[in-house]
């Protein structure tokens, strides 16, 4: 028999590239069938291009996707853009496990998960910050200052179950961020570590971040 602490530790899952409505259609699927005894998960992966809209997503923000496919999902947010070089990690969570009211306790969330996104900054010498308003982390600091490198989107359902989750850019083609208004904001900057003089292997930088969300959100 499991221990409490066995059941409540997180699995970590790493699900390598795989197709974004392949991974959406799989958190939906685990989230419906999950209990109260389910452990919580984490998901590892990275995308093929794909632009992606939040339920309250503007279309027009998508000025040309160029053939990328857009997606529409439920998670919170606008659109963005996931593809190759990207750390992309999902987050099965089911929140009344330690906070009754679940969703008094989203906004705390949000604010664990940009914390591990500045941590895993920190760890290659990155300075992030958050915006007032605009979930995500941006650049605090040099000649690309307020530029985003980091985008969340959660999705909670009213049982107090998560899905979706953060996304970090490591080495990336910029460009489709260029076809978009990222997160509805015209002319906003989308940068990587790479473009930052960082040249980090994404699956040493998938382990970092999932270890400062692992610390945030199970203390």
């Not at 970590?12 to 590239?17: C, D, K, L």
């Not at 795989?18 to 998960?41: L, Q, V």
């Not at 664990?112 to 990155?126: H, M």
């Amino acid at each position: 028999m499991h221990s409490v602490a066995d059941r409540l530790a997180p699995v970590i899952r790493q699900r390598g590239v795989e197709s974004y409505d392949i991974t959406f259609a799989a958190m939906r699927a685990f989230t419906d069938a999950r209990h109260a005894g389910t452990a919580d998960e984490i998901w590892i992966v990275e995308h093929p291009p794909v632009y992606t809209l939040g339920l309250a997503a503007d279309t027009s923000h998508v000025l040309d996707a160029h053939d990328i496919p857009v997606i529409q999902t439920d998670r919170g947010g606008e659109v963005t853009y996931h593809g190759p070089g990207q750390v992309v990690v999902y987050l099965m969570l089911d929140l009344r496990r330690n906070h009754p009211d679940a969703r008094l306790f989203a906004r705390e969330l949000v604010h664990r998960i940009e914390q591990a996104v500045i941590d895993t900054l920190a760890a290659y010498n990155l300075a992030g910050e958050r915006q007032s308003g605009a979930p995500g982390i941006y650049l605090s600091d040099g000649p690309a200052q307020g530029a985003k490198i980091a985008a969340l989107g959660l999705k909670i359902r009213g049982n107090g179950c998560t899905y979706h989750g953060v996304s970090l850019n490591v080495a990336m083609d910029l460009q489709p961020f260029l076809w978009i208004n990222p997160c509805g904001y015209e002319g906003l900057q989308t940068i990587d570590m790479r473009s930052l003089g960082i040249e980090a292997n994404l699956q040493d930088v998938q382990q970092t971040l999932t270890q400062f969300l692992i610390a945030s959100l199970f203390p």
